[in-house]
């Protein structure tokens, strides 16, 4: 029987940590990918890197780029405020494009492993109101793969795989707890410091905290 692999995006954070261990529960081997953006700290990354030695991934790659090029995002551009209060609307931390650039890469990659599921942590409950967040982008993220791929034109189906997508931070927090994800190691935060200490305020650390609270669990979160 040959080899069952996936692509796992990895941020560093609760819910891609989370998407890990449930592909790995799923009995496949996992090939985790995380990226160097240019967003405004390098904590995600060491945490992803914590979190894929944890879980045991059989290869983690981190790719280089600049999003910070094109700008239009407060986590990659440090003339942008990161809201620290609740906000409407799309937030300025959506980094445009980032999700389909991603998932490119990914796409490329299990192309190049012959892996036929990618999995990303994107969550439509819980989650900051990002377009790029929604089911019907991972669908139709899905359709476009298996018409722009080689294994997709020649009829090996490629799955775009999103686990989380329809649950509360509180679950996801239940799952990963019972799969043994150390949230310990991971860094949510979007103004984490250098060590990956948090700040308390933004929006993904409220996310991250209420998550905690809904399960009736210890957050592990070190604060600045």
């Known amino acids: 029987m040959s080899e069952k692999k996936a692509v796992i995006l990895l941020s560093g954070g609760l819910d891609s940590a989370t998407v890990v261990a449930m592909a790995k529960e799923q009995g496949y081997s996992c090939y985790s990918m995380s990226f160097d953006y240019g967003q405004r700290h390098r904590s995600e990354l060491q945490a992803a890197e914590r979190v894929a030695r944890q879980l045991g991934v059989v290869e983690h790659k981190v790719i280089g780029m ?13 003339s942008i405020d990161v809201p620290q209060a609740p906000t409407t609307g799309i937030p300025v931390t959506y980094v445009p494009a980032r999700n389909t650039v991603f998932l490119s890469l990914a796409l490329g990659w299990a192309e190049v492993l012959g892996a036929q599921d990618i999995f990303i942590g994107v969550n439509a409950v819980d989650y900051s109101g990002y377009p790029d967040c929604r089911p019907e982008f991972v669908e139709a993220f899905e359709r476009m793969a298996n018409l722009a791929t080689k294994m997709g034109v020649e009829g090996q189906s490629l799955r775009i795989q999103a686990p989380l997508q329809m649950m509360s931070k509180a679950e996801i927090v239940q799952a990963g707890s019972r799969l043994g994800v150390d949230y310990g190691l991971t860094v949510s935060c979007y103004l984490a410091d250098a060590d990956g200490r948090a700040c308390g305020k933004c929006d993904s650390c409220r996310l991250r905290a209420a998550g905690f609270a809904a399960a009736g669990m210890a957050d592990p979160t070190r604060y600045q």
Do not use: E, Q
Request: aromatic share 0%.
């Open 66 to 78: 600049n999003l910070g090029g094109i700008g239009g995002s407060a986590l990659t551009d440090d």
